[in-house]
């Protein structure tokens, strides 16, 4: 069960931290910061490179602990919190992955429920701190504080319908728009903020 429990959580952390690096990096794929800023705009979110970094951290962070096993309850909550954002951006597409739908953020938000439930398991950094046993009482709140603090942020951080579309049409016919990246199409802008 340890050697389950230590191949469970490393993928899984290990995943959760590595889509944390491709946010803020050029590392595993990713677009460097600017691109992660300009896919957290696209997706509806304010606060743009601030939103990025921060998602950034929190997902490298809570995935290292989580396949270190360390604070297990808090690092899964964490986990499920980001990834909770993660499927709100994709609920519209419906569940499969196919579609770029939700089902890979929901497998993790619910493999992080059920290693903070199971505990971390001997080969973890939480055993050998002799927190092994987490409590119910600190368990069960994690579990319910990841996906609520993420439909907080939603709910916090992204832009109504309104003013999304005031913003996109102001950015095609504001000053600029000819020739700026505002002005571009949507692929040319993804191109570009790759760069």
């Known amino acids: 069960m340890d050697a389950g429990l230590l191949v469970l959580r490393a993928v899984v952390g290990l995943l959760v931290a590595g889509h ?15 691109g992660g800023t300009e896919e957290f705009r696209h997706d509806g979110f304010r606060g743009g490179r601030l939103t990025a970094v921060v998602a ?24 499920m919190g980001v990834m909770t954002v993660a499927a709100t951006v994709k609920w ?16 993790l938000v619910v493999v992080s429920a059920a290693l903070a439930l199971t505990g971390p398991g001997r080969w973890s950094v939480d055993h050998q701190l002799g927190l092994g ?3 119910l009482w600190v368990v069960l709140p994690a579990i319910a504080a990841g996906p ?23 950015a095609v016919s504001g000053p600029g728009a000819a020739g700026g990246v505002a002005g571009q199409p949507e692929g040319a802008r993804d191109a570009r903020a790759a760069e």
């Open 56 to 79: 950034g951290a929190s997902q490298i962070g809570a995935g290292l602990f989580l396949a270190a096993g360390l604070l297990t309850p808090l690092a899964a909550m964490a986990a």
């Open 133 to 135: 046993s987490w409590p």
């Open 92 to 107: 519209r597409k419906g569940l499969w992955v196919q579609n770029d739908g939700y089902e890979y953020p929901l497998v």
């Open 148 to 170: 609520v603090s993420g439909l907080l942020t939603r709910a916090v951080l992204h832009r109504s319908a309104a003013t999304g579309a005031a913003a996109g049409s102001e």
């Open 20 to 34: 944390g690096v491709q946010k803020v990096s050029f590392h595993l794929g990713g677009h460097g910061l600017a």
